[in-house]
């Protein structure tokens, strides 16, 4: 069973940056898509960073794009989404996701997913 976990979350001030980490156990293959989602208070989860299985395309939402950048360490099955210049409106809690599928970008086709990272932006 793949199992996923995030860290690096934390409260910065705006402007700030932060390294969100998600390791992952239980499978040493790396065919497997991953991705990254968040989900603010009263909003629907939303993805912000979902690379394509071989890394040539990387899926970013206008909201993020030129900010957030995601990278994955295929060795160690890890993911890192670094962000920058955060905003308070990226307040939320980040989630990393998986699936050997591969079927789209959205979380309806992702099948594995972590139990967050909380995110805090104060103005």
């Known amino acids: 069973q793949l199992q996923l976990m995030e860290s690096g979350g934390g409260s910065v001030q705006a402007g700030g940056s932060l390294l969100l980490s998600c390791a992952t156990s239980?499978?040493?293959?790396?065919?497997?898509?991953m991705g990254w989602f968040r989900q603010a208070p009263g909003k629907r989860r939303e993805g912000v960073a979902i690379?394509?299985?071989?890394?040539?395309?990387?899926y970013y939402p206008d909201s993020v794009k030129g900010r957030f950048t995601v990278s994955r360490d295929n060795t160690k099955n890890t993911l890192f989404l670094q962000m920058n210049s955060l905003q308070p409106e990226d307040t939320a809690m980040y989630y990393c996701?998986?699936?050997?599928?591969?079927?789209?970008?959205?979380?309806?086709?992702?099948?594995?997913w972590g139990q967050g990272t909380q995110v805090t932006v104060s103005s």
């Open positions: 996701a998986a699936d050997f599928q591969c079927a789209g970008w959205g979380e309806a086709y992702f099948t594995y």
């Open positions: 239980g499978y040493s293959d790396s065919t497997f898509c």
């Open positions: 690379p394509s299985r071989g890394g040539g395309y990387t």
